[in-house]
């Protein structure tokens, strides 16, 4: 057995004489740790001059200290309980981080002032290779606690004191800190070892009690801002049906004042409808049924969810039909931008539709768009809405030809079966409904939206509810729905009661004012997707001016695009269009007279020519087209034609 020599400062000191003469100590003089610290030590350090440790300073160790703060304030409560219980004992107690710099200090004035002239202050480094064997860089290297007395320490300098470390560990196990307490070596006490290890475990223990503190705290927090912004109301109550729970939801929607309900009997304040009332006795799970609670003499109407807890309790979600009803409504709802400056109305046919349409906006009136498919029925529509007093509400589009006439009921008007179904003219409350292809509607149909229009009610579909509407109706259609009355197809009163206002919406062969600025238009369209600037010739233009457009806009947009997949430059000539414009026959213009090309679009196209032959050598173009190079100048300029024109 190796033989155990008593620890005194005596013999510390011949164990360190001899290991600095002779490289090597006898095992029982000093603890393996220390040896194999003195051996890293003789390699970086001087044990005879003393050099001052690194010192971080600024926002170095402002950076530290901010990491640290946590910890710093809660070792310091647990140190500063131990200094007093120390005193009258002169002693120093330290906070370093997990790399050793010092983060705080407190303890006698004579001891600190003494370590202040070694270098040893706020941000200083307990680092081996600089001051030596010390208990902090022990414990940073052993992750154990480490005691260092007298000439245990590598430099002789230290020689006169007795430190003692321990770490102090976060929840995950890792070193983050370490304290210290060092004395003079006639005040060295065998305890202080287990004394700065106890005050490492308390730090770590109040840490962690700390860190589940603000988990909890988070945990809460963000529990609170759910339950604040979910857009359900909810109530929970335990086993004897006291309220435990309430947001403010669920308390705007009761009218009940959140804070004073808590500890209140659910059936005091809320009438419970009979299958709410079963629910809780069998513990059944219910989910979204619509049913009506009374609370101080309120009746309010909402959908449901009950759910049973373990603890036997329960949680009771109220899912507003409003919101309901808004989601529902983003499904099938339009998106509305467009406004009547927003249509192309060049054409005097255009412009007299656009006024009575204004007009018509700013009634309740029923709204009857006719003409040929493609003719922009649906943006006149949202026209409409837009300006009208309903625009914040939905627009609702249906088109009743995609409904089977034995499915069409039930779609539009709804059902109170099962979960139950909202109506479509439930979901345009406060907006407009567009129905486009009415014709399609079937006699059944008919009939219900003549009683809807006189009552401005609905009843669903097995139901006996009368549900209050107010909505705009707005109806299209590319028949002639007046023959559809006369064949008994379309009920004559309901033909008369969605015409209040009829509106014609004449095809692109009877607008042509409007036709070069749709293909102006889409032509802007294409540059953004194309990222190109695109333009088209006047003779081109004119081809596409005096073809009929049977398609209407949808045609006219699509062969547009087509021309510019397919073009030979950035500007759209004759030899871009198909063959199906350039065998077109003349169409007449608004008068009745086949459509000429002006003059000065001719002049215009006979320059640009000239221009490409040429180069843009003016005096080439000039003589070419007769006339003086003062005069090219100027029309070039008037018809804007590049300037960046080579003279020569």
């Known amino acids: 057995m190796t033989k155990m020599i008593e620890l005194t400062e005596e013999n510390t000191h011949t164990c360190w004489d001899f290991f600095q003469k002779h ?12 040896l194999d610290s003195w051996k890293r030590c003789i390699r970086q350090a001087s044990p005879y001059e003393w050099h001052k440790p690194s010192v971080a300073s600024g926002s170095t160790l402002s950076l530290f200290v901010h990491r640290s703060c946590e910890i710093i304030a809660i070792a310091e409560t647990v140190l500063e309980d131990v200094y007093r219980m120390l005193e009258p004992r002169t002693c120093m107690l330290l906070v370093t981080d997990k790399t050793g710099c010092t983060l705080s200090i407190l303890g006698d004035d004579k001891i600190i002032a003494d370590f202040n002239n070694l270098g040893f202050k706020k941000g200083a480094f307990w680092t081996e290779g600089q001051v030596g064997t010390n208990a902090v860089g022990l414990c940073l290297h052993t992750h154990e606690p480490a005691s260092i007395f007298a000439a245990q320490h590598f430099n002789q300098h230290l020689h006169k004191y007795s430190s003692h470390a321990a770490p102090v560990f976060n929840t995950e196990g890792r070193l983050i800190a370490c304290l210290l307490l060092i004395t003079h070596v006639d005040h060295y006490q065998h305890s202080d070892a287990a004394l700065i290890a106890s005050c490492a475990k308390e ?4 840490l962690q009690l700390e860190n589940n503190v603000s988990d909890a705290n988070t945990l809460l927090g963000q529990r609170n801002a759910v339950l604040e912004c979910m857009d359900d109301g909810i109530i929970a109550w335990d086993r004897e049906l006291h309220i435990t729970l309430i947001n403010n939801q669920a308390a705007s929607q009761f009218k009940l004042e959140k804070d004073r309900v808590i500890g209140i009997q659910l059936e005091k304040l809320i009438t419970l409808p009979p299958i709410i009332k079963s629910g809780i006795q069998t513990r059944k799970k219910l989910s979204h049924l619509e049913i009506t609670f009374e609370c101080q003499g309120e009746f309010i109407e909402a959908l449901v969810t009950l759910r049973p807890l373990q603890d036997g309790s329960f949680l009771l979600f109220l899912h507003p039909l409003e919101t309901i009803r808004r989601f529902a409504q983003r499904h099938i709802c339009s998106s509305v931008e467009l406004s009547f400056n927003s249509l192309v109305t060049r054409s005097k046919k255009m412009q007299k539709i656009i006024t009575i349409a204004k007009r018509a906006a700013k009634t309740n009136e029923s709204i009857l768009l006719k003409g040929e498919d493609g003719v922009g029925k649906n943006k006149i529509a949202q026209a409409i809405h837009h300006l009208s007093d309903k625009n914040k509400g939905p627009f609702i589009t249906i088109n009743c030809k995609s409904i089977a006439p034995e499915n069409m009921l039930k779609e539009l008007l709804g059902s109170d079966d099962g979960k139950g179904q909202a109506s479509k003219f439930e979901l345009a409350n406060g907006g407009s409904l567009y129905l486009e292809q009415i014709e ?56 008369y009661a969605i015409s209040a206002v009829e509106l014609d919406i004449p095809p692109l062969r ?24 695109l333009s088209i010739s006047d003779d081109a233009l004119g081809i596409l001016y005096r073809y009929s457009w049977p398609g209407n806009i949808p045609e006219l947009q699509n062969k547009i695009e087509k021309i510019v997949l397919n073009r030979n430059d950035d500007m759209i000539t004759t030899d871009d269009l198909p063959n199906q414009f350039l065998s077109s026959p003349i169409e007449k213009d608004m008068y009745g007279l086949p459509y000429v090309q002006s003059l000065e679009a001719m002049e215009k196209q006979a320059i640009k020519k000239a221009w490409e032959v040429f180069d843009g050598r003016i005096h080439d173009i000039a003589a070419a087209l007769q006339i003086s190079r003062t005069t090219l100048w100027r029309k070039l300029k008037k018809y804007n034609i590049s300037p960046q024109i080579t003279v020569k």
Not at 442 to 449: G, H, N, V, Y
Not at 510 to 533: A, C, F, G, P, V
């Open 510 to 533: 009877q607008r042509r004012e409007d036709i070069t600025e749709l293909i102006q238009r889409q032509l802007r369209r294409l540059e953004k997707r194309y990222n190109n600037r």
């Open 203 to 206: 730090t770590s223990s109040l």
């Open 440 to 495: 399609f509607l079937c006699t059944e149909m008919q009939s219900a939206l003549l009683q809807i229009l006189k009552t401005n009610l609905v009843i669903r579909t097995n139901s006996n509810r009368m549900i209050p509407l107010n909505f705009q109706l707005i109806t299209c259609t590319s028949a002639d729905l007046e023959q559809y009355v006369n064949q008994d197809s379309f009920r004559r009163q309901l033909y």
């Open 23 to 34: 490289r090597w100590v006898a095992a029982e003089f000093t603890l393996s740790p220390i």
